[in-house]
């Protein structure tokens, strides 16, 4: 029960990652607000399953891109668990083409919903954090941030340059914020997953031949479950990681081992 009666909110507790990231912090003893765009059906469930077993969550909608929705997620958040304490920012989506045919409103759509949705979340957090007061009986650090990257913040992806841009983003903003606000104790870390298998990557998984093929791209030799994700959330979360800010933790089989060289290149 490392996470036992802190606060958590989940952007895009709805599905996959983010789901697996919500019922994982429950075990670990977290209060859990679940947040979800479309998926309300999905996000309820996955609140009342929590309570039904003995836990604390509700679902909230908003979309991450819209600054008053996530104004208002983070203060109901706060009027239903009377704090903040732990921010997984993990709301994503991809909109991919050929970089030629790449429209700007999808473009835009995955830069808002990817980083700026990011941006929102993880600026609530912050004003939260240090608005109220500190708790060292619940957790060591005055608050956390977990922003959920990809192995494309470093990883370049041909037909995928608005998601990849929005990871890169990511990635320098973490480590911005995180050096702003060491000096309050709050802590900011990535992780960078690879291949997990959710809704969002069914193209890569769904039939034999393309799972062999995503194989090739995973030293470890398995594609990632969401759980895999989970686990090091709930680590990052802890006092475990007290003394970790501003990195990012690839949870990717070896992904971003350059599999490609394993074989003399
Ligand atoms: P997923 O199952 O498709 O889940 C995406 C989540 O994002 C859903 O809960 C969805 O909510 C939410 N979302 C989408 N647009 C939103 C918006 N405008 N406002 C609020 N929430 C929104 O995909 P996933 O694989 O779990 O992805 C979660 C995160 O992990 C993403 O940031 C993704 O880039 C990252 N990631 C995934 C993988 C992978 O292999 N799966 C690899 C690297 C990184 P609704 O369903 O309720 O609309």
Redesign the pocket.
């Known amino acids: 029960m490392v996470l036992k009666v802190q606060s958590a909110l989940v952007?895009?507790?709805?599905?996959?990652?983010?789901?697996a990231v919500s019922q994982a912090f429950a075990a670990a003893g977290a209060k859990v607000a679940i947040?979800?765009?479309?998926?309300?059906e999905?996000?309820e469930a996955i609140a009342s399953d929590i309570r039904a077993s003995g836990g604390e969550a509700f679902a909230i909608k908003?979309?991450?891109?819209d600054e008053g929705a996530v104004e208002q997620m983070i203060a109901t958040t706060v009027e239903r668990f009377g704090r903040l304490d732990i921010l997984v920012a993990?709301?994503?989506?991809?909109k991919d083409a050929p970089f030629r045919d790449l429209s700007l409103e999808d473009w835009r759509r995955v830069i808002d919903?990817?980083l700026t949705?990011q941006f929102l979340s993880c600026r609530g957090a912050v004003r939260q954090f240090l608005a109220q007061d500190e708790r060292p009986d619940l957790s060591k650090a005055r608050g956390k941030i977990i922003c959920?990257?990809?192995?494309?913040e470093v990883i370049p992806w041909a037909g995928h340059v608005n998601?990849a841009a929005s990871?890169g983003g990511i990635m320098l903003m973490m480590k911005s914020l995180a050096q702003e606000v060491a000096p309050d104790r709050i802590r900011v870390n990535s992780i960078?997953?690879?291949?997990?298998?959710?809704?969002?990557?069914k193209d890569a998984w769904e039939t034999e031949e393309a799972l062999r093929r995503l194989l090739t791209l995973i030293p470890y030799g398995r594609i990632?479950e969401?759980e895999d994700v989970a686990r090091a959330a709930v680590w990052l979360a802890s006092d475990e990681s007290d003394y970790v800010t501003g990195t990012t933790l690839f949870v990717d089989g070896g992904m971003t081992l350059y599999p490609g060289f394993a074989d003399n290149g």
């Open positions: 952007t895009g507790g709805s599905s996959g990652i983010g789901a947040n979800y765009h479309s998926g309300r999905a996000a908003a979309d991450v891109s993990n709301s994503g989506l991809q919903v990817n949705g959920m990257s990809s192995v494309h998601y990871k960078a997953p690879g291949a997990i298998r959710t809704p969002i990557n990632g969401p």
